[in-house]
């Protein structure tokens, strides 16, 4: 993470041209060598970066309470994470901001920021198929829908005398959910970007966000 920091303080202060992959090493103290050990490109040493804060989101949504329906889970991923202080700092927004527009203009961190959003999205998928089979599961009763959390969206084997091992896929209702849930938040984000709207309140991250999910009260999340 220390290389990933290094390479978005360069990319924030002279721009992604001026930045070469050697000028990284040297602020992350390490050798060129190390640098090419990990990352292929300048351009992928902000992955670290843009993975975190998709993790963070994705991690709040599953730490919603258990009650929560999925737009509730996901309002309270949007306040954890894109509210400042609570998953970023205030003075740390205007980096995301830098680093969302030189993904916009450059091709080659355009791509970084495509891929870690996939990965999110899938992961997103996993944690709302999650969420689904324990709104769907009875109250006080720790064994019923056991296999069917474990088996989601999984035919049943035949017996062959020794218990399959436990799987866990994500069926097309969680996972289009999840497309839908991150295109609303990626494009409150890129959005914001790209103009000079606030961190906070009327305008900022969490607010487009949040009126992005809100527009789509009628999507059928749990269906």
Known sequence: MEIARAAAGLFVRHGLRA???????????????????YFA???????????????????AVRAAPAGDSVPRALEHGVRQTLTPGAGVS????????????????NPSLR?????????????????????????????GDDNVAAVPELHVGVPPEPHVGVPPEPRLTVPPEPRFAAAVASAAVRTALEGWAEGDGPVEGAGSPAELALRNLRALRDFPWEA
């Not at 300048?42 to 993790?55: F, I, R, S, T």
Request: proline fraction near 4%.
């Open 111 to 139: 791509r970084v920021w495509a891929e870690v959003c996939q990965a999110s999205e899938r992961t997103l998928g996993e944690v709302l198929a999650e969420r689904g089979s324990r709104r769907g599961k009875p109250e």
């Open 41 to 59: 490109t300048k351009e992928e040493a902000v992955a670290p970066l843009y993975a975190a804060g998709a993790q963070r989101w994705v991690e």
């Open 19 to 37: 930045t070469r992959a050697e000028d990284i090493a040297q602020a992350a103290g390490i050798a060129p060598r190390t640098f090419y050990r």
């Open 90 to 105: 205030a003075s740390s927004w205007e980096w995301v901001r830098t680093l969302l527009r030189l993904a916009e203009a």
